[in-house]
């Protein structure tokens, strides 16, 4: 066990991180924060509460319509961080690696392992969603949150050539061009969330550039914040200039809201120098190197209600590269694991065709049985140890 340092500032800092009391404030910060975090799950939704309040290292607060905001408790990321901290020096300074202490060493560092895999799953998991009708195929996912804007030049028929901008680069004044293209795209503005609406004199003071071609030449939006709600989708909408060789083409307005059936509009397609192309706006797609092909969907319901009692999808899998084709039964609680991607039984499309299967991709996924695992031993291991000392004891009192 190695001595406090002399220094007075490592002394002082070493202290705070090894005391209990730093612990219980900790915990029960953890206690608020997850009570404060799992109410307000129902206001924001799921997905926005988790990086507001859990995957953050200071949650903040503003009032309905202001432009500013203070902090009012440390987020899930400087707790977690701290608790590390604190399990790790204290093991240092405060307990000795002895036989009769290897339950709590093994204990403890389950914990850390616990706090590690909650770390790397906020890092490096990836959630997407493929949704498939009866008799489709499909060789990729679509991300719920993040949308793209494409260029597709589909002139072959056979092979399309696709430039792709992902969210984060449709900043205003961006320009992309792909290789074997000859136009480029330049990004006017981009709304993350918005509404739209019809072109008349009241939205005219609307602060929206305005489309020269496509379905959105009589439309324009108004920017609203950004949903979080698992059941709600944001309507992302983007101004896209297009310039060829000579010149500029035009400027369309591309919106996933236009790819929604209900939306019944048409592809945003335009021909140039014996090209023909597509620009659209649409979920950020993942494409794996293998297919999925439902082949049924079963949606069973509760005698007399339409509550559901079970869904499932039997699909089958095609992977030329691993030699695999074969028929998988998808349903709750029991998945398909492939190539490092786990795919559950989410939901299901409207009229019982369709089903939508939750793609995730969490290198850290083995961590938290591993942590429960080295937690259940260790406890158990110290109890027997204990117990053990026990029954020595009073061997010899007698």
């Known amino acids: 066990m190695p001595r406090l340092p002399r220094n007075p500032f490592l002394r002082s800092f070493v202290k705070l ?14 206690m608020v924060l997850i009570f404060v975090g799992t109410l307000a799950q ?4 799921i997905d926005q509460a988790t990086e507001q309040y859990f995957r ?3 949650v903040w607060w503003s009032p309905p319509g202001a432009s500013w905001r203070i902090p009012i408790m440390p987020g899930g990321f400087t707790i977690g961080g701290v608790m590390l901290v604190n399990l790790i020096i204290s093991h240092l300074y405060r307990f000795r690696l002895t036989f009769c202490k290897a339950g709590i060493w093994i204990t403890h560092f389950g914990l850390i392992v616990l706090l590690l895999g909650e770390l790397f799953t906020a890092l490096f998991a990836e959630e997407s969603y493929m949704s498939i009708q009866e008799g489709q195929t499909k060789t990729y996912s679509e991300s719920h949150r993040r949308i793209e804007v494409v260029l597709i030049d589909q002139t072959d028929g056979v092979t399309d050539r696709v430039l792709a901008i992902d969210e984060d680069g449709l900043e205003p004044g961006a320009s992309y061009q792909h290789p074997a293209m ?3 795209l330049e990004v006017v503005d981009f709304f993350p969330n918005s509404q739209l609406f019809r072109k008349t004199p009241e939205t005219a003071a609307f602060a929206a550039p305005a489309a020269t071609r496509g379905a959105g030449a009589n439309l324009t939006a108004r920017e609203i914040p950004r949903t979080g709600r698992q059941d709600m989708r944001d309507i992302s909408v983007a101004w896209i200039r297009v310039v060829g060789t000579d010149g500029e083409i035009g400027t369309w307005m591309v919106s996933n809201l236009f790819l929604d059936p209900r939306f019944n509009g048409e592809p945003q397609i335009f021909e140039h120098d014996g090209h023909t192309y597509r620009i ?4 950020k797609r993942t494409y794996h190197p293998f297919a999925i092909t ?6 069973d319901r509760y005698p007399g209600t339409n509550i559901p009692k079970n869904f499932s999808s039997h699909i089958r899998l095609v992977d030329p590269e691993l030699n695999q084709d074969r028929e998988v039964l998808i349903y709750m609680n029991h998945p398909l694991r492939h ?11 409207a009229g019982d065709k369709g089903t939508v299967l939750q793609v995730v991709r969490n290198p850290s996924r083995h961590l938290p049985y591993i942590s429960c695992a080295l937690v259940f031993f260790g406890m158990t291991l110290q109890f027997v140890l204990h117990l ?7 061997r010899s009192a007698a």
């Open 294 to 299: 439902l082949l049924d969907f079963a949606h």
């Open 182 to 184: 000859p136009l480029r």
């Open 17 to 30: 991180f090894t005391s209990l009391q730093l612990t219980i404030a900790c915990l029960a910060l953890a």
């Open 42 to 45: 129902a206001q924001i939704g």
């Open 339 to 349: 190539r490092g991607l786990t795919f559950y039984q989410h939901s299901f499309e």
């Open 280 to 283: 659209e706006l649409r979920q």
């Open 388 to 394: 053990d000392g026990f029954f020595r004891r009073r």
């Open 56 to 58: 953050s290292f200071v």
